[in-house]
Structure formats: C-alpha cells, structure tokens
C-alpha cells in the first residue's frame, strides 16, 4: 500500500533506534500522517554484547528530530515464552531454528501490532524491506525493491489477515536512498551501521550465548562411511553447511579438501562431515515442510514455484504439493545443499511471496 493512502490517519511505527525505521516515520509524517513511534524492547540484559540502551537513545533521538512522540514498551515475557523457549527447544533437538521469522510472527506483528491498536494506530509501519499490494481475495506480500535488502523471507510467517494493518514505508527504496532521505532531513543517525546477528545475542560468540542455557553433550566427528575424525562439544552447536570450528583442521580428506557438516544423527549424537568436493553427493533433492503459512488461497494441487531455504539464497525452482497435514512437499529442479531442519523454507512466485514453512526433515 502506498503511504499516501495512510495521510490523515494514526500510524504506529516500531522504532528500533536503526535508519530504516526512522525514515519510515519521516516518510510517514511528510505524507500527513499523525505518527507515533514505539520503541519495543524483548530482551533486557544490561552487558557489554546488549545494545539496548544506546538503541533506545538513538530512536528517542529520531523522534525528538522528526517532532513525534514516542512510547515504550517491554514484551520481553512475550518474547521469552513465545519465541526465546522454542528457540531453545529447537537447538535441543539438534535443528537449526530462525528466532527472526518467529519474532515477526509473534511479537512484532503480534503482540506489538494489537499494542499499537490500543494506542488508537489505524496503521502499524515498520523499516522492513518489503512491499504490500492487494487483490480480490486481501493483501499481498512483496519483495522490497532492493533486492539486496529484500526481508519478506522473514516475514512469510505472518499471518496473511494482519497485512492489512501494516505499511512498509521504505520497501520501495534501495538502502542508499533510504539513508540519503535521512541525512537531508537532518537524522543523525544516517550513517548508523545495520545491526547483524539475532537480536538477544548481540554481537557476543553465538557458542559463548548458547552454552549459557545448553550444556554440553560430546560425541563423534564422523565421515559418511563412519570414519571417526574428532569430536564434537554437542550437535545443537553446529549447523548443516558449516566449515568453520570443527577443530579437526589437523585432519584432512582425501583430496586435502576442508570439512563440511553435512547431517546429524541425534540417535547416536554423532555430526557427520563431508570433504569439499563431496558436498554435491550429500546434497538434498526434495524436503517436507510443516504447516504452511499460505498467504494465496492455498492450492490444492502442486504448483510451481520458487523457493529459498535461507535468507539470502537466490530462488531456487520446486515442485510444491500440498500434503494433507497442511504442510508441503518441495522437489526441486535442483539437488540443494544443506537442506537445514528447523529453518524456513519461503515459497515465492516472481515478486510475491507466497507463504512458507518450517523445514521438518529432508526426503
């Protein structure tokens, strides 16, 4: 939806102390709308890896430039039971979870969406990086025009009916004329660098946040053929596709070629590797999502599209059939590597996102 569309109404914006979020406001507000920022934080620990505090002077700096208020507000209970607990649970049963997806689904464009009702918003607008259309049957979730910065992968959890609530003020912008639009309009925080990482770790080692809350649980390093190289410090510290920290450098294949974790076998606690040039045998042909979030009518018979298994990935071209449990089958055109249980696969034809899932296990 175009922002003019809004002009003469309330809109919250969640406001997360970046650029993005700021010039969605400035956007807003030149479009005559009464604008509101809401500042939410979900996580609350006070140490030298949290950003919270400077975040927050840094939205309340945004608000006080562009002349609007600013509110604040703590769902960190929410988002502890709601996403930090399913996160935890995930990385026990040796998957890989995405806690960005699970946050926009609950609390941003949950929780943080009925706030901004009670604070009397006929609108909800974010920084993301996406765009909204509409047809007969309701809203539509597109890719943002950069398509570097593109985030509806992240937001093909939410439900399709809360769209039409939402504005995505800077989805039609490339980032660099996001910032240009914040330094003409005198927004310090202009040049501000884009935060990375999720968002309660901070920018401390992800190992180092995770054996605070998983203990240890050692087993086998092991090739396809059972061949023991090592050993690992618990599977729910690795990921599939991951090179890096194995710590069986000394160790090399056949070919000389570097290590890959390629699948884990929770049965027997084992993480299985695979050298360099061997990632093409272990790769995956079809997967099994569970429940799809269907933001079309959902089919009822396969279709084609296109589908990437993690944020960045370009589109790859499947074969989806819905299943009777109201999850999916993706046959690709394609082997993929590193088809990782517990992320998101987001189903996609041309620039509009079609839904997704959570991969359950490769088929």
């Avoid at 209970?77 to 930090?84: D, G, L, T, W």
């Avoid at 992968?153 to 039609?172: E, I, K, M, T």
Wanted: include cysteine.
């Amino acid at each position: 939806m175009n922002v003019g569309a809004a002009a003469g109404t309330r809109v919250v914006v969640g406001m997360s102390g970046g650029v993005d979020s700021a010039v969605a406001a400035l956007r807003l507000r030149e479009a005559g709308c009464e604008v509101h920022g809401l500042y939410m934080s979900n996580w609350d620990d006070q140490d030298a890896y949290c950003s919270n505090a400077q975040d927050y002077q840094d939205a309340r700096l945004a608000a006080r430039e562009l002349g609007i208020v600013l509110h604040r507000v703590s769902f960190e209970p929410e988002y502890r039971q709601r996403v930090f607990a399913e996160f935890l649970d995930e990385y026990r049963r040796g998957r890989t979870p995405n806690p960005d997806v699970l946050c926009n689904r609950e609390i941003k464009f949950g929780v943080c969406l009925h706030y901004a009702r009670r604070l009397g918003a006929r609108w909800f607008a974010t920084g993301h990086y996406a765009q909204l259309g509409q047809d007969p049957a309701g809203p539509m979730l597109l890719r943002g025009a950069d398509a570097h910065k593109d985030q509806s992968y992240f937001l093909c959890g939410v439900g399709r009916a809360r769209f039409a609530q939402v504005l995505f003020p800077v989805g039609s912008l490339s980032k660099a004329e996001v910032r240009a639009q914040a330094q003409r309009a005198g927004l310090p925080l202009f040049n501000k660098p884009d935060s990375t990482g999720i968002c309660f770790i901070g920018e401390r080692p992800f190992a180092e946040f995770l054996a605070a809350y998983l203990p240890l649980q050692p087993g086998p390093i092991e090739t396809a053929d059972g061949r023991r190289l090592g050993t690992h410090r618990g599977l729910h510290f690795y990921t599939l596709g991951q090179r890096g920290g194995l710590e069986i450098g000394g160790v090399r294949g056949a070919s000389g070629d570097p290590w890959y974790v390629a699948r884990k076998d929770p049965g027997r606690n084992a993480l299985i590797v695979v050298a360099a040039r061997e990632r093409a045998a272990a790769a995956t042909a079809a997967l099994r999502t569970g429940a799809v979030n269907w933001l079309v009518r959902p089919p009822t018979a396969p279709i084609d599209a296109a589908v990437k298994i993690r944020y960045r990935q370009p589109d790859q071209a499947a074969r989806i059939a819905p299943l009777a449990d109201g999850g999916a089958r993706v046959e690709f055109e394609s082997p993929q590597w590193a088809v990782t249980p517990g992320q998101t696969a987001a189903l996609y034809a041309g620039a509009r996102c079609l839904g997704g899932g959570v991969i359950e296990e490769t088929l």
